[in-house]
């Protein structure tokens, strides 16, 4: 079954077309990418998806549902969570305090809940900091949780994110160019901890610049260029196809 099925998305801004016609559909536990160029579209087709606007025209299904419009509160309580291109975390907050920001999908309670912290409450903040610390671990962030997230060194505030975005039990994680501004041991971590995140079972859309990271880690990749989807398939048909070559080669910068 597909976990997230693409129809015929265009999206127009004015005049511009950022998205022309793309489909595309990622299956349950893939790990699919999008490329392209700077300016392809990647963002704006990443903003459908996670509802933070709707396309022109086009559908949008995810896990069974049709989700097109649909509001990106809706579509992250559905279990599709985000990461943004620009690193957005709570830079006054601790690193573990930024992980457990990201369970409010999974937790329930309010204020009274909080005030009169009932056994399930105690209960549910016990899971949370053990979850915490795991999810911390994972992303080889363990021991780290008591700093300052704006202490980390960026390539870290990368892996921290993911981690927060874990937290919320995501059925599909949507990266937008996790590895940019890393340097090549960064990326290397990065690229490890997102195929690990694969084996646990979650579905990833990963949206990339840096050829080498999707090589090595997508099972399956599509490429947008001007908007509009060029090419679809495994890395080592993408690689040698020769539209994605001229996409890049012909752009102005390297793959
Ligand atoms: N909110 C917006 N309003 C107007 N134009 C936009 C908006 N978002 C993106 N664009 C334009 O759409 C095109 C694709 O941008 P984007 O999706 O960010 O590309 P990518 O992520 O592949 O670099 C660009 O020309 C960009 O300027
Ligand atoms: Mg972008």
Do not use: C
């Amino acid at each position: 079954m597909a976990m997230l099925s693409i129809r015929n998305v265009t999206k127009r801004f004015g005049g511009l077309v950022a998205n022309d016609n793309i489909s595309f559909d990622v299956e349950q536990g893939a790990l699919f990418a999008v490329i392209g160029p700077n300016g392809a579209g990647k963002t704006t087709l990443f903003n459908m998806i996670s509802g933070f606007f709707a396309p022109t025209s086009g559908s949008v299904h995810f896990d069974g549902a049709d989700i097109t419009g649909r509001p990106q509160y809706q579509v992250s309580e559905g279990g599709l969570v985000r990461t943004y291109q620009l690193v957005q975390l709570f830079k006054d907050l601790t690193v573990a305090q930024n992980v457990m920001a990201g369970f409010h999908r999974v937790t329930r309670g309010g204020v009274a809940s909080a005030l009169f912290r009932p056994g399930w409450m105690r209960a549910q903040e016990k899971h949370i900091a053990d979850k915490t610390g795991e999810l911390l671990d994972f992303v080889g962030l363990g021991g780290r949780g008591d700093m300052l997230a704006d202490k980390l060194p960026y390539g870290q505030q990368r892996l921290l994110e993911v981690a927060r975005a874990l937290a919320a039990e995501p059925k599909l994680l949507l990266l937008d160019e996790p590895a940019a501004g890393l340097n090549v041991q960064e990326t290397a971590a990065l690229a490890d901890v997102i195929e690990r995140v694969n084996q646990r079972g979650v579905t990833v859309l990963l949206v990339e610049h840096d050829m080498g990271l999707v090589m090595r880690v997508a099972q399956r990749i599509a490429v947008i260029d001007f908007g509009r989807k060029i090419a679809e398939g495994a890395p080592a048909e993408i690689k040698t196809h020769p539209d994605v070559l001229a996409a890049y080669l012909g752009g102005t910068e390297a793959a």
